[in-house]
Structure formats: structure tokens, C-alpha cells
């Protein structure tokens, strides 16, 4: 017997502090820019950019702008909460990014664009699609979404 339970519950509002990291991640996205990360004691860099580096734990100094962006993973969504038929799907993928040629740990998960889905490919290099500069406002949703990279 499926059963279904819904119950409304009320979240205070909080304000999250980004810290040094996502300052400069934050800042990045307000100028059209994604950075990763770079910790010079390990040579390691992450995304989403941290404080503190995962592998040595030492102080994250340094932050270096993505240079290659690649799509991992993706799903094609078709139907809404409620197993509707969606007007058109939407598709999240993981990206995958570099700094010049040295693979960045981690990724961001986020929407995908295409015109036709038989385009998707799996290691497809991809860009990022910004809102107006004027309305950005340094978080991750200034990202409308990404498309395949063309040459």
C-alpha cells in the first residue's frame, strides 16, 4: 500500500558566510569567470573552491580561473513531481574542469543545454552561459546553464 505524506515545515532564514573561497568564487561569477582552488603545497585543485585542501590540509592561497570544462554525467529529465509530461526535458550534468591540462577535483553539478539530446556526448567539452552582468549576483544560479563548446 503506497502511502503519501505531506507536512509543511517552516525553515528559519539564515545567512550562510561564503568565507575567503567562495569570495573569490562569488567574485569570479559576477565577472563571467569560474575558478578553481589551487593549493601549491600538493599541486591540487578543487571545485567548488575550498579554504583548506583535502589532500595535505594545508591553507588554500591561490585561485586559478577554469581553463576547460567537460561534461561527466548527465540525466535527461521528462517528467515533473507529480509524473507529468514535461513541456520539453531538462537535463543536468556533472562538469568536469580543468586548469590548463591538470584535471580540478570535484565538479559542479548543473543545468545543460541543447538543441537536439542526440548531441550529448559524454567528455564533451562545454561552456558556461552567464546571465546579464547587471544581474549577477555572485552565486551559482548566475550560470543560466551550460553548453556544448563551440570551436
Known amino acids: 500500500m503506497k502511502r503519501d505524506f505531506r507536512f509543511k515545515v517552516d525553515v528559519p532564514k539564515y545567512i550562510y558566510p561564503t568565507g575567503k573561497a567562495g569570495e573569490k568564487f562569488s567574485d569570479g561569477l559576477k565577472k563571467g569567470v569560474?575558478?578553481?582552488?589551487?593549493?601549491?603545497e600538493c599541486d591540487n585543485y578543487m571545485m567548488p573552491p575550498s579554504i583548506y585542501c583535502p589532500r595535505c590540509f594545508s591553507e588554500i592561497k591561490q585561485f586559478r580561473e577554469v581553463t576547460h570544462m567537460y561534461l561527466?554525467?548527465?540525466t535527461v529529465v521528462?517528467?515533473?513531481?507529480?509524473g507529468r509530461d514535461l513541456d520539453e526535458p531538462v537535463i543536468y550534468g556533472f562538469i568536469r574542469f580543468e586548469v590548463e591540462d591538470k584535471e580540478v577535483e570535484g565538479g559542479l553539478i548543473h543545468r545543460i543545454h541543447v538543441d537536439n539530446l542526440d548531441d550529448l556526448i559524454l567528455g564533451a567539452e562545454v561552456e558556461p552561459v552567464f546571465k546579464d552582468v547587471k544581474e549577477r549576483r555572485g552565486i551559482v544560479t548566475d550560470i543560466l546553464y551550460f553548453r556544448l563548446k563551440s570551436d
Open 34 to 40: 569560474i575558478y578553481a582552488a589551487y593549493c601549491g
Open 72 to 74: 561527466d554525467l548527465y
Open 78 to 82: 521528462l517528467k515533473d513531481f507529480y
